[in-house]
């Protein structure tokens, strides 16, 4: 099961958005509603930011959301804050009780 | 509050073996399903693999980069869950995770342990 792939870096100044893609396959993204995203700050553990493409957990800010067009899901973080300088990775399903996750997006706020 | 915490970690030789350990609190420990994640020094996000609960008859399943070598189990009564690693290679030098298993996300995770395969 290779990753799915993530642009390495995306950037922006506070206020504004940024977007991130993860692209997969039609056995893993494009097949199922199981995307999910975890932010992951230096040193930490990830951290669960949206799941089943575009559902937040409770806790995690509205200016989180996601969403899936055939094999490509996406991550947007609207408004972006200093806080929001993370490393981001996506996770899907890929059938067979078999899960696979992203290259990583290395999101830096300017 | 809900609390992960993996101990176990360590410096094994390629070809040797190590168990993990995840002792969790604050949520009831039997009903969830419980993964494994990895990550290399400098790298990304790998998932090792899966535990279900007892209702699925403990059903494990394993990233084809680990199977055959590793594997997982747990002990509902102690709250806690393994991973047994053996036939250890360099490439398997990683932080381990273990997480929560929710709605097919994973909502919490342990701080991890660092695992370190050298001669």
């Known amino acids: 099961q290779s990753a799915l792939t993530q642009p390495p870096s995306a950037s922006g100044s506070p206020g504004q958005s940024v977007t991130i893609s993860c692209t997969g396959t039609?056995?893993?993204?494009?097949?199922?509603?199981?995307v999910s995203w975890y932010q992951q700050h230096p040193g930490k553990a990830p951290k669960l930011m949206i799941y089943?493409?575009?559902k937040r957990p409770w806790g995690v800010p509205g200016r989180f959301s996601g969403s899936k067009s055939g094999n490509t899901a996406s991550l947007t973080v609207s408004g972006l804050q200093a806080e929001d300088e993370a490393d981001y990775y996506c996770?899907?399903?890929?059938?067979?009780?078999?899960?696979?996750f992203g290259t990583g997006t290395k999101v830096t706020v300017l | 509050e809900v609390q992960l915490v993996e101990s176990g970690g360590g410096l094994v030789q390629p070809g040797g073996s190590l168990r993990l350990s995840c002792v969790v609190s604050?949520?009831?420990?039997?009903?969830?399903?419980m993964d494994w994640v990895r990550q290399a020094p400098g790298k990304g996000l790998e998932w090792v693999g899966r535990?279900?609960?007892?209702?699925?008859?403990?059903?494990?399943n394993y990233a084809a980069s680990v199977e055959g070598r590793f594997t997982m189990s747990r002990d509902d009564s102690k709250n806690s869950l393994y991973l047994q690693m053996n036939s250890l290679k360099t490439d398997d030098t990683a932080v381990y995770y273990c997480?929560?298993?929710?709605?097919?996300?994973?909502?919490?995770w342990g701080q991890g342990t660092l695992v370190t395969v050298s001669s």
């Open positions: 997480a929560r298993d929710w709605s097919t996300a994973l909502s919490s």
């Open positions: 604050g949520f009831t420990f039997s009903d969830p399903y």
């Open positions: 535990i279900k609960n007892k209702a699925q008859s403990y059903t494990a």
């Open positions: 039609s056995s893993d993204v494009g097949a199922y509603s199981y």
């Open positions: 089943d493409v575009n």
């Open positions: 996770n899907s399903y890929a059938g067979s009780n078999n899960y696979v």
